[in-house]
């Protein structure tokens, strides 16, 4: 997945679906409150395993155990472009996946302290869109990062990366979803 030996090798899913009056829905969750990502909005996924046979794999396994999805409920629809994280090294590869939504989530309180299902088009809308001065370590100085509110939470970093181009395709239906 990386060609930076240093980088810890990740992968996540990017679950879609039709609610039932048919507007898409993104799945994400939010991470547990500790951790190098503590706290923060941000697809299902994690660490590669040895064990894992590829990337694919990797987030698979990480949904399941994250939030109790089912391999067999997630569709593949796209590998996206891998991103690497800015302050913690990690290089993350996404899967775009169309998932049947179960019933109920059972997400792992070790590490998940919520999942969010949140419309596409919430996301979308101008006044969801904001931008927060901040300083992390490793940077020489404060730089602008964007972020759109979902909820009382901002979602940020490679999560907003990997997300905001998507959107606009997704809803113009570049993709045949369910």
């Known amino acids: 997945m990386s060609g930076n030996p240093a980088a810890v090798e990740a992968a996540v899913l990017v679950p879609i679906h039709r609610d039932a009056e048919g507007d898409l829905r ?3 969750i939010r991470r547990a409150d500790r951790g190098a990502h ?6 299902p996924g994690g660490r590669r395993e040895p064990g894992d046979a590829d990337a694919l794999a990797t987030a698979l396994r990480e949904a ?3 939030i109790g999805l089912e ?3 997630a569709r593949l629809i796209a590998a996206l472009p891998v991103v690497t994280t800015r302050t913690t090294g990690f290089t993350i590869a996404p899967f775009l996946v169309e998932i049947r939504r ?4 059972h997400p792992d309180p070790e590490e998940v ?3 969010l299902d949140v419309k596409l ?3 979308e809308r101008l006044e969801a869109h904001g931008e927060s001065l901040e300083h992390f370590s490793g940077w020489t100085e ?3 990062v964007p972020f759109v509110r979902v909820g009382g939470h901002r979602l940020w970093g490679a999560t907003h990366r990997i997300l905001m181009p998507l959107i606009p395709r997704l809803l113009a239906g570049e993709w045949t979803l369910t």
Not at 38 to 43: E, K, P, S, W
Not at 102 to 105: D, F, N, S, V
Request: aromatic share 8%; glycine share 4%.
């Open 26 to 28: 993104v799945v994400l």
């Open 38 to 43: 503590a706290g923060q909005i941000a697809f």
């Open 64 to 66: 399941r155990e994250e």
């Open 71 to 73: 391999p067999s409920d």
């Open 102 to 105: 179960p019933e109920l989530w």
């Open 113 to 115: 302290a919520e999942v």
């Open 121 to 123: 088009v919430d996301l």
């Open 142 to 144: 404060p730089r602008l």
